[in-house]
């Protein structure tokens, strides 16, 4: 394997580049850059700070990746950008360094893919398969879980939580965090039941889907307390026998107890 870098790429000193690398027209590439195998980065892209990028990801057109916080606290510290293998950033895209003021690190899993114009800002973190829609939006220190879809437009609020498989409508506000498998919507998001499409595409069984459900119920429909429903919960993780439902419950149960801002209701 070869790495091609185009005649009016700028490579800076220093910067790692791995076998199978492409580098388009008039992409700079910063001094601590590391990028993977096999990753494509098409032209006009700025990667710089200390990022780095793992292996098979595509990295579009104007992109900016690795670029300082737009947070005034910043005083140039040593933060990072971490991105792990088959990620596909579309155009426009604007990835941020962490920040002192939280682990100093922003980091990305694997196989997501970030439509055009998604922002994601310091000390973010999202999980593996997730799916933002053109124009999503992270502030500072917010997390996605594995197999999140944010619709178009979505506005996430600066340390909320989107749990794994949840799925937003376009143009919903997210200031509260959003529990795992859910569908929300609006300004401000509230919760519409399941994400059962999305559960079903990823080979959740009726019998899976429909114990989901019943703890939806328990946390938006009978009236409770957040505290009485964690109770309630915590009741049917105990007694639970089937694998996969007590897996499902736990995570459930873990992130409405992780909730720092609380969550939609």
Known sequence: MSI??????????GAEIAD????GAFSIIGNQVKIGENSKIKSHCVISGKTTIGKN?????FSSIGEIPQDKKYNGENTALIIGDNNVIRENCTLHLGTIQDN?????????LLMAYVHIAHDCIVGDNTIFANSAQLAGHAEIGDWAILG??????????VGAHAITGATSLI????????????NRAKPFGLNVEGLKRRKFSAENIAHLK???KI?????????????????????ESDPKNKHNTQIFLDFLQKSARGIIR
């Not at 199978?20 to 580098?23: L, N, Q, W």
């Not at 990801?57 to 057109?61: D, E, G, H, L, V």
């Not at 200031?175 to 609006?186: E, K």
């Not at 957040?226 to 915590?234: N, R």
């Open 4 to 13: 091609t870098i185009h005649p009016t790429a700028i490579v800076e000193d």
């Open 20 to 23: 199978g690398v492409e580098i």
């Open 57 to 61: 990801n595509q990295i579009f057109q």
């Open 104 to 112: 100093g690190v922003t980091k990305i899993g694997n196989n997501n």
């Open 152 to 161: 178009g437009y979505t506005g996430v609020h600066q340390f909320c939580k």
């Open 175 to 186: 200031v509260q965090d959003v529990p795992p498998f859910l569908t929300v919507a609006g």
């Open 214 to 216: 019943q703890l939806y």
């Open 219 to 239: 946390l938006y429909k009978q009236n409770l307390s957040l505290e009485e429903a964690k109770g309630k919960i915590g009741e049917i993780l105990q007694n």
